[in-house]
């Protein structure tokens, strides 16, 4: 099955400055692959999600690359803000639209903004 | 605006009572999931729905069951509730994406 690794466990930036987590999968056929925010109590929140025929995707601050030779992926934010503070999570899957698809997700980034 | 909604935000059940974790969703999609996370971990898959067709997670206990009456709905039983089943329980839907309730965070007494 899908195994993903992420890193680091916990990040910590100061306002402003730039924050990257790092994942890697082990499943060459896995096709997507979505980023979450999750704060404290509440459920993931997709903030980026990437599919395996785009190499990069980026929305205001936030970006995603992925290298599907080497089968990693990464999410960068820039500017950082305190409210970036949360828990992320890369995860991800293989499938078509409208199918089941299972989410193997990574272990979580607790990312710290320090204002 | 809610998409995937979880209802109750926080339950207390007693030690062994029954107890029932609902979602429903307004999006029609055709898949519904049900996710188990514990404090600092990553969200584990119990089981999930593809339309009417329940699909099992290998590993997940027989105390947990689901049901799923029509598109929109669908509950999380879990029938002797015991302390380490002390989490929060995500629903999800997808399509392509997936979109997941803000949980249930469900306390064993």
């Known amino acids: 099955g899908e195994n993903v690794e992420q890193h680091p466990s916990t990040l910590s930036v100061q306002e402003g400055d730039s924050a990257v987590i790092k994942c890697t999968y082990s499943?060459?056929?896995?096709?997507?692959f979505p980023w979450y925010k999750q704060e404290l109590g509440k459920g993931p929140q997709l903030i980026i999600d990437?599919?395996?025929?785009?190499g990069e995707k980026k929305d205001q601050r936030i970006a995603v690359t992925l290298n599907k030779t080497a089968k990693h992926f990464s999410l960068h934010i820039t500017e950082t803000q305190p409210e970036d503070s949360a828990v992320y999570f890369c995860a991800a899957s293989y499938g078509t639209s409208g199918s089941a698809r299972q989410l193997t997700f990574g272990s979580g980034t607790q990312l710290t903004v320090l204002p | 605006d809610a998409m995937v909604i979880q209802n109750p935000r926080y339950q207390v059940t007693q030690f062994g009572k029954p107890v029932t974790l609902s979602c429903s969703q307004t999006?029609?999609?055709?898949?519904m999931y049900w996710y188990q996370q514990k404090s600092s971990q990553a969200p584990k898959l119990l089981f999930h729905y593809y339309d009417k067709d329940f699909n099992n997670e290998a590993d997940t206990p027989d105390n947990f069951q689901s049901r799923r009456p029509n598109t929109s709905f669908c509950f999380l039983d879990i029938r002797s509730p015991g302390l380490g089943d002390a989490a929060m329980y995500l629903c999800?839907?997808?399509?392509?994406?997936?979109?997941f309730g803000s949980g249930t965070r469900l306390t064993v007494v």
């Open positions: 990437i599919r395996s025929n785009v």
């Open positions: 999006l029609n999609h055709n898949v």
């Open positions: 999800a839907t997808s399509s392509y994406g997936y979109t």
């Open positions: 499943d060459s056929a896995s096709n997507y």
